[in-house]
């Protein structure tokens, strides 16, 4: 290019500045989000794969500061690995034995009270809207007709179930398998895969990545405690009332506790349903009201004071986190997705301080550690890193 004077013109400097900077913002931004695609079909394509490696690893958090304490009493690891796992398998068949058991104690107790508020519901409507028997059976006759008019979609459906199913017994088994060796040899598998980058970034990437395996640690500690309270609160509101089923009530919404926010919150849910179809509406509204005070109690207490700490990660980011896990995966992106935030939040968080701290000083177990050292002082080691009371290589 030229101008008036016949004097040549770089064209870049011709575009004006803040094109250029979009410009140069929109790329990235291009490239950025075909990586997230090109991960997410990835993903899709690898979910029997990749999923049950994801739980192995929250498991692996979860059990992996058990292991350490038994080697740390002089007990072989292999032994270590083989006593956490037969103990935790022990606890958790133990836990669904019971439930399983008063789940089925409770279901004729059940029956009788749905039957006995179907009875009160037809009477009902007879009462107040003038309903005849005969509309109420012309009901229930659309109702089964509708049934067997989608019987081919159904039977559809549950062969996709058993289909599912199939996949979860192979998931869970690959999950075990894998978890033995996370176990066993976490710090192996770490240390071999860190060793495949280019040397000047090893101790870095080694640094990020037991800072991200502290903050796990940190978040199924934290996730567990919350889970086991708003069980136990919810579960003693329940029998207090009256409801029936209140143990395995209880336990659905200890497992919901594992997806923060909308876990309980859809749990909860289903126990007041459950309460309105057996004892009645004041019922339900009092197991409404339990469950949102033990939600107040998540929400304004243990949330900020324990996986505040652990996770370091805006309840908007949870919230946004879990729904595109669950859009993308289901129950596994739900559960999946916020623990991933996490650990990506401390990698990147880690990588950022370069703040020159030795693998060797921080200690993968202990969640403390998931955050970056201060700037260096003058008593403190070099490159401002602290000294864990464990050595470590890597993480689990």
């Excluded at 796992?85 to 029956?111: C, E, H, S, Y």
């Amino acid at each position: 290019m030229r101008n008036a004077a016949d004097k040549p013109v770089d064209a870049q400097q011709a575009i004006p500045f803040s094109l250029r900077v979009a410009a140069a913002i929109g790329w990235r931004f291009l490239v950025l989000a075909g990586v997230v695609w090109v991960l997410g079909k990835v993903f899709d394509d690898l979910r029997v794969v990749v999923v049950p490696v994801g739980v192995a690893l929250l498991l692996s958090a979860l059990l992996a500061p058990a292991v350490d304490r038994l080697v740390a009493w002089r007990v072989p690891r292999g032994l270590a690995t083989v006593l956490v796992l037969v103990g935790g398998l022990a606890v958790v068949g133990g836990v669904l034995t019971f439930v399983i058991n008063a789940f089925i104690r409770g279901l004729p107790d059940m029956r009788e009270r749905v039957t006995e508020s179907i009875s009160t519901i037809q009477d009902w409507l007879k009462n107040n809207l003038h309903l005849t028997q005969d509309q109420l059976s012309g009901y229930v006759e659309k109702f089964l007709e509708s049934l067997k008019s989608n019987q081919e979609a159904i039977t559809s459906g549950a062969l996709t179930t058993a289909g599912t199913v199939g996949e979860l017994l192979t998931g869970m088994l690959l999950a075990l398998f894998t978890l033995i060796f996370f176990l066993y040899d976490g710090r192996g598998i770490w240390a071999f895969l860190v060793r495949l980058l280019p040397g000047h970034v090893r101790a870095r990437t080694a640094v990020a990545g037991s800072r991200g395996f502290a903050s796990l640690v940190g978040y199924v500690r934290a996730t567990a405690v919350v889970a086991v309270v708003d069980a136990v609160g919810i579960g003693i509101g329940l029998w207090a009332i009256g409801i029936p089923l209140a143990v395995p009530l209880a336990a659905l919404v200890f497992l919901g506790g594992f997806v923060p926010i909308v876990g309980a919150l859809i749990s909860g849910s289903v126990a007041v349903l459950v309460a309105l179809v057996t004892k009645g509406i004041v019922p339900a509204l009092l197991v409404l009201a339990v469950v949102l005070a033990v939600q107040q109690l998540e929400g304004h207490v243990l949330q900020p004071l324990l996986l505040g700490r652990a996770v370091q990660l805006h309840p908007l980011a949870v919230v946004l986190g879990i729904a595109v896990g669950a859009s993308l995966a289901g129950i596994a992106g739900a559960l999946l997705s916020v623990p991933l935030i996490a650990v990506s939040n401390a990698v990147v968080r880690s990588l950022v301080a370069d703040e020159g701290t030795l693998p060797s000083q921080v200690d993968a177990l202990e969640p403390e550690e998931a955050e970056p050292d201060e700037p260096a002082e003058a008593s403190g080691p070099p490159g401002g890193g602290r000294t864990s009371r464990h050595s470590s290589s890597g993480s689990d």
